[in-house]
């Protein structure tokens, strides 16, 4: 038996028993992790990160993979010492999560978020121009959207559904409580246009694999492919673009949200000149945080497919 949600629903999934029973195990874990404080979170995390990287074969060749064409010159120890580092970061980003709720509010925000350049952003983020806010898989991504909704600055987000209908409710719960709002990666251009048009912030990951029609640029040394819609929302609208990145720093729930570039179209740059010159710029600014923190980076993601068009034709000539 399967229950499909209103066809009023964008994102319109079927939700079918098996939905239901991993949803209730999530949800099951979600109860334990909130009932306990989040410095046990911490131990547990390093637990499983350990057992993961070095006895489960859990997307490891994926993982190693990656690493070895970024850091070609890693001594093997170090490559696992950062795959095992970066499990503990994905686990603990999650337990993060269910905390956030319950232990960030408006009050204190500061005891746990450090933001350097905080000036620069709200004077674009509360322009009367929309601007687009750019970040990557990289630290606590979830949190950053979460701290600007308690800032009162709720933002639109372009999101692939996931794939557990159930579960996607209620991370779009969460992602919901500060007013962020969503649009499905599919058929939302026009959406797109009436929130830029009424001065809206839109906010997007920028490192997903965009198809063998993307905008191809060099990320972290490789060719990889790019939605061209985050430079033309920029480029046709003059939307601001700021490149963001939330870094854990050290204890759990302790973050630096750091601005890592600004394009702005009222100012000349060659970065602005085109499609390609603005993604490669936002893809460098993203490029430089992650060589500084690898560890928190989704090193499981698989970003490098396939090669660029003219690559292949060369081959098949």
Known sequence: MSVRISTDDPYNQTFGLKDRCAYLLFRMIICIVQSTSVERCDRWCRLVARLLSRYLPLRRGLIQENLKRVFPDWEPGRAVEVQERMWHHLLLM?????????????????????????????????????????????????????????????????????????????????RSLGGQHFLPKE????????????????????????????????????????HKGLALFTLSSGAP?????????????????????????????????????????????????????PEQYWWVHRRWKGEPPQKKSNRAA
């Open 94 to 174: 999650g337990c993060e999560v269910a905390h956030a709720p319950r232990k960030i509010h408006r009050e204190n925000w500061h005891e746990h978020f450090r933001i350097p350049n905080r000036q620069a952003m709200l004077q674009i983020v509360l322009d009367d121009r929309p601007s687009v806010l750019v970040s990557g898989h990289y630290g606590n991504f979830e949190l950053a959207g979460f701290l600007t909704g308690l800032f009162g600055l709720p933002s639109t987000t372009i999101a692939r559904p996931l794939d557990n209908g159930f579960v996607h409710d209620y991370v779009t719960q969460f």
């Open 187 to 226: 058929g939302s251009s026009l959406d797109v246009q009436k929130l830029l048009g009424r001065g809206g912030n839109l906010a997007l990951l920028a490192d997903q694999h965009a198809g063998p029609k993307g905008c191809w640029v060099d990320f972290l040394g490789h060719p990889a492919s790019c």
């Open 241 to 293: 673009m700021i490149v963001v990145g939330n870094t854990r720093k050290g204890a759990p729930l302790q973050f630096e949200l750091s601005v890592l570039g600004i394009a702005d179209p009222n100012q000349k740059g060659e970065h602005l000149n085109s499609v390609a010159t603005l993604t490669r710029w936002y893809n460098q600014c993203l490029e430089q945080i992650i060589c500084r923190f």
